[in-house]
């Protein structure tokens, strides 16, 4: 049996416009297949979605706040949705799960995308503004604050490949667009403790294990440039594992693969975490998990990773928790709904009913021993 550390966190991820339902942002007015429309319904049935996690003796979870709720115009809070929020924290803290907040999960209000999003001089002091909001409304029910997630692939998606809203393809512009993400953190991060004593505010990052070549080329700009930028404002990392690249793999092609064709190589997150232990910081995995409809290869993939999480604790990094992407499953971005990445299957056809999957029994047992068996 491989025994976790004491008050180690064991959760499950989701982000609002993943999961929610009615949600009108900048991907929803970019046209049918960026628009999520009722999702999986979370925002009415958050207290049955915890109540899975809280069955499978999950002790945390981590989800996302919708800006373009709380702030629909500019300026203008809405104070209906700040107390639904506080419901869905206040839901969490009665199942003893701890919130882990993410504040800015790739969509923004229309207002903000129409004054050029993250490309506007203005863009890192109006997420200061949200953010100070959130967090004054919140500071006493919430102790972890992520303030941005994957910048990296985001950005890359949004202003460099050009898939994403707003549809940018300029390198250039990647770049303006992850300084303007550097500045939001920062000032994020010093208004958080300026109204918090006892909070903790980091990023999650995608990092991603290259191997070989490639990994001379790319591996510091993907995978260190934006933690060393804000290295004095960060209190853990949150570290999201999915890919390991090698041109060998990119030849062969070899290897188990998920429903993305992505490859399932476990080794990566050792690989990675030990990578990041020169930036002595607490880590907690946000997201790992895959896209498995049938449910054949999740146990197996989770016992896996977490064989490699346990060997990198057992060498002196600091994990702190690990969160399995997703609780259900959601709307995948440009990909729609055909990727399943839940632990919980959500039936589309027959009124979102909530399956747990097979897979969810095998996470529950390592929650519940804060162990795995071997």
């Not at 049918?32 to 049955?48: G, I, P, S, T, V």
């Not at 460099?160 to 920062?186: C, D, I, T």
């Not at 294990?209 to 004095?232: A, P, S």
Request: glycine residues 6%; hydrophobic residues 40%.
């Amino acid at each position: 049996m491989l025994k976790f550390p004491e008050n180690f966190y064991w959760g499950t991820a989701t982000s609002a416009y993943q999961v929610e339902g009615g949600i009108k942002n900048n991907w929803s007015m970019a046209g049918k297949k960026y628009d999520a429309e009722r999702a999986c319904d979370h925002y009415h049935r958050f207290e049955e979605d915890f109540d899975l996690a809280r069955n499978m003796n999950n002790n945390a979870h981590r989800f996302s706040i919708e800006w373009a709720r709380i702030e629909p115009e500019q300026e203008k809070f809405d104070q209906k949705e700040i107390e639904h929020y506080r419901k869905v924290i206040l839901a969490l803290k009665q199942r003893r799960l701890e919130p882990f907040v993410t504040l800015y999960h790739w969509t923004l209000p229309a207002w903000f995308a129409e004054k050029g999003g993250w490309l506007n001089p203005d863009a890192p002091k109006y997420f200061e503004r949200f953010v100070e909001k959130i967090v004054l409304e919140y500071k006493d029910l919430v102790k972890f604050w992520i303030t941005l997630n994957e910048p990296n692939v985001y950005t890359l998606n949004s202003f460099l490949r050009g898939v994403w809203p707003p549809f940018v393809k300029s390198y250039f512009k990647m770049n303006r667009a992850l300084g303007q993400l550097v500045e939001a953190h920062k000032l994020a991060y010093k208004k958080i403790h300026e109204i918090s004593n006892q909070a903790q505010a980091g990023i999650a990052t995608n990092n991603v294990c290259f191997k070989g070549i490639i990994k001379l080329f790319i591996d510091y700009k993907w995978n260190h440039w934006f933690l060393n930028k804000i290295k004095n404002s960060q209190d853990f990392i949150g570290l999201n594992y999915y890919f390991t690249h090698s041109l060998k793999n990119s030849i062969l092609k070899n290897g188990e693969i998920n429903d993305l064709g992505w490859r399932i190589i476990p080794e990566g997150v050792y690989n990675i975490l030990m990578d990041l232990k020169k930036d002595n910081k607490p880590i907690y995995i946000t997201e790992n998990g895959l896209a498995d409809a049938n449910d054949t290869k999740r146990a197996k993939f989770i016992i896996d990773h977490l064989k490699c999480v346990y060997k990198a604790i057992n060498e002196g990094i600091d994990v702190k928790g690990y969160f399995h992407w997703s609780l259900i499953d959601n709307f995948e971005w440009d990909k729609g709904f055909m990727p399943r990445f839940g632990l919980v299957e959500i039936d589309y056809e027959n009124n979102l009913k909530r399956i747990p999957r097979p897979s969810s029994e095998i996470y529950t047992e390592i929650c519940k021993n804060n162990a795995i068996n071997i």
